[in-house]
Every structure is written in structure tokens, then in C-alpha cells.
């Protein structure tokens, strides 16, 4: 296996052990069961795996020829891990796996979330097509898998925001962009 292979796959291990022990502090649910609680999460993470798994399997990558490319690659990943783990710490006790409701739900506006609506899903995003340049084209397949839901679950936590926040929310949701600062 390529080293930077080697490496990004363990960087992504520690980041969903990271990112599942930290989900023991989080804020109880509201109307869903323990089971399908990480329903979501779990899909996510065996498709990141299995698409990882796989991709790094094949070597005919112009990241395992291209330095630079490769670069490209880990230094987009590096900054979409940091991205989403400095939003984690943010967002706190009110995080949870896509479309769930917290009890007594807080708005959290500063930090990451100044510029984007939902940092974590642009962080995740952004480390998948880092592994994509520096790794194998096939980690793409799962940015656009999760793109796709993340910017679904992302439209329903944004209704059930406007309805928990009707007055703070919608200038928040003027003043700052779902995925993309500046963008979108």
C-alpha cells in the first residue's frame, strides 16, 4: 500500500474513534429510539470504509505518481479533519448525527459555524476529496454519496432550526452559507 495511503487511512481511524467517543457527551434525543439513533452515522461510515478500503487498494492513481497532487491531497484532507473536529468541539453537547433533534437545543453561531451553516458536513467533505487526490478516484464516489446527504440531512435540520428558532434563524441562515463560505 502507498504510505500516504497508509497514512490517511489511519488518520480517518482515529478520527471516527475521536469523533464516536466524543458522541457519549451529546445532549439526549428527542422522538427517536437508541437504534436508530446512529443509523445514519453507521451508513456514512461503512460506505467511507468500504470506499477507502477498496480505493486504496488500487495503485494506478496519479497521487501515487504526482507528489504534488498527493500534497494537494493530504493537505486538503488535513484542513477538512480540523475543519470538522474544530465544529465538533464547537457545537459541543448539541452535536448529533445527521437530523437529530436535541433536547433543549441550543443555536451555536461563532466559531466555524460564523461562516457556514453545517462545518462539519464541509469538513467531512473536504478530507474525502483530499483522500481522493492523494489516494485513488474512487474515494470521489463517496464524496458525492455523502455530498448528497449531507445537503439532505443539512435541509432538514435547517426546517426543524426554523421552527425551534423562529426569530434567531432565519437572519443566521441569511447572513451565512450551508456548505461553502461565500459560495453555497
Known amino acids: 500500500m502507498h504510505v500516504v495511503g497508509l497514512v490517511l487511512t489511519l488518520c480517518w481511524l482515529a478520527f471516527w474513534i475521536f469523533w464516536l467517543a466524543a458522541a457519549t457527551g451529546a445532549k439526549a434525543s428527542r422522538g427517536r429510539t437508541e437504534l436508530r439513533r446512529f443509523a445514519g452515522a453507521r451508513v456514512a461510515l461503512l460506505i467511507v470504509i468500504v470506499f477507502l478500503a477498496r480505493g486504496l487498494g488500487f495503485h494506478a492513481h496519479p497521487g501515487s505518481v504526482n507528489p504534488v497532487l498527493a500534497g494537494a491531497g493530504v493537505a486538503l484532507f488535513a484542513a477538512g479533519l480540523a475543519i470538522a473536529i474544530w465544529a465538533r468541539l464547537y457545537i459541543g453537547r448539541n452535536w448529533g448525527m445527521p437530523m437529530t433533534r436535541r433536547q433543549e437545543p441550543e443555536l451555536v ?16 467533505i473536504l478530507a474525502l476529496i483530499g483522500t481522493a487526490l492523494a489516494t485513488t478516484w474512487y474515494a470521489l464516489i463517496a464524496v458525492i454519496v455523502l455530498g448528497g446527504y449531507f445537503i439532505y440531512s443539512a435541509t432538514q435540520e435547517e426546517a426543524f432550526l426554523a421552527r425551534e428558532f423562529p426569530d434567531a434563524y432565519p437572519a443566521y441562515k441569511h447572513s451565512t452559507k450551508m456548505l461553502i463560505p461565500f459560495v453555497f
Open 109 to 124: 453561531t461563532t466559531g466555524p459555524y460564523r461562516k457556514v451553516r453545517h462545518p462539519i458536513y464541509t469538513g467531512i
